[in-house]
């Protein structure tokens, strides 16, 4: 079986000062090497005091066994520009982690025992800090797989790729229908 995982991590900057963090999300091929790692380009409100800001070396598209994937961060996925990066690379699989309703599903029992303050924070140790609602959707808007909601568990969904091209006849935002002979950046 082939594997490609997408995973968001924290990830420490080890070519200067080994201290600034970056949110970013990471592609591992089926042969277990890094294929992409995008830093978030821009921390969404608080988070600016902790995580750098990312630069656009990681929005690429990367090919995998099942089709070409690619992950913006969070509210990232709110950047018109952004998106529209990946949607001009051919994207066919597009992943879209985030705490607001995603990727990090928590309870209290799940953190660690010299956690600070976690009686105080966390009292209820069955309590889920982020509830998840992880999904699957289809070209065409459909949910397919899910949510999963306050449960720890597995999505699975068929891909049919030709449900992907049916899309772009349909509106091809970066082809023919943005009318790139009349806009341009």
């Not at 921390?43 to 600016?48: A, D, F, K, L, Y």
């Not at 982690?97 to 105080?120: C, I, K, N």
Request: contains cysteine; charged residues 25%.
């Amino acid at each position: 079986m082939q594997v490609t995982i997408v995973c968001g991590i924290d990830e420490r900057d080890e070519d200067t000062s080994r201290a600034t963090l970056y949110n970013s999300v990471i592609t591992i091929s089926p042969q277990g090497t890094v294929q992409n790692c995008h830093r978030k380009l821009m921390p969404t409100n608080p988070e600016r005091m902790v995580w750098g800001f990312g630069d656009a070396s990681g929005i690429k598209i990367i090919d995998t066994p099942v089709g070409r994937g690619g992950s913006l961060v969070c509210w990232e996925n709110y950047m018109p520009l952004a998106r529209y990066a990946m949607f001009a690379q051919g994207i066919d699989i597009y992943i879209a982690p985030t705490y607001d309703s995603g990727d990090r599903w928590l309870r209290t029992s799940d953190l660690p025992a010299d956690f600070p303050e976690v009686e105080r924070l966390y009292p209820d140790e069955e309590e889920w800090i982020n509830s998840g609602d992880s999904v699957i959707i289809s070209p065409a808007g459909e949910i397919v797989a899910g949510p999963l909601r306050q449960e720890t568990g597995l999505l699975l969904a068929d891909i049919e790729l030709s449900d992907v091209n049916a899309a772009r006849r349909s509106l091809d935002i970066v082809g023919h229908y943005a009318r790139p002979n009349i806009f341009s950046l």
